[in-house]
């Protein structure tokens, strides 16, 4: 069975850092996409960063770039999101995906497999 936990949200204040974790088990792990979305309340689902394990390739939310980092311990099955310079529209709920196969999608519909979601508040 293919799970995905989620860990490390919370409240920060603007310019805060969080690091988000994910753990997954049940699967090949080298055969399989990773990435975080986020989706705020109202709002679509958006990828935040995806990740290619099996080489490192990384996709990034133009919002984003120069302020999150992905990054995979592929010995642990473990996919992470550092946060920094946090601002207050990135709270929304994150959330951990997989998929199978070698394509860094942005589309939330080709992920098959999702965790169950951690809130990032960003507010003073």
């Known amino acids: 069975e293919v799970t995905l936990v989620e860990s490390g949200g919370g409240r920060v204040l603007p310019g805060g850092s969080l690091r988000l974790s994910c753990a997954a088990s049940g699967f090949r792990y080298e055969d399989y996409v990773v990435g975080w979305f986020r989706q705020a309340p109202g709002k679509e689902r958006e990828a935040v960063s995806v990740?290619?394990?099996?080489?490192?390739?990384?996709v990034y939310l133009d919002s984003v770039k120069g302020r999150f980092t992905i990054s995979s311990d592929n010995a642990k099955k473990m996919v992470y999101l550092q946060m920094n310079s946090l601002q207050s529209e990135d709270t929304a709920v994150y959330y951990c995906a997989a998929h199978f196969g070698a394509i860094s999608s942005r589309s939330s519909y080709d992920y098959g497999y999702w965790g169950q979601g951690t809130q990032v508040t960003v507010s003073s």
């Open positions: 990740m290619t394990p099996r080489d490192g390739r990384t």
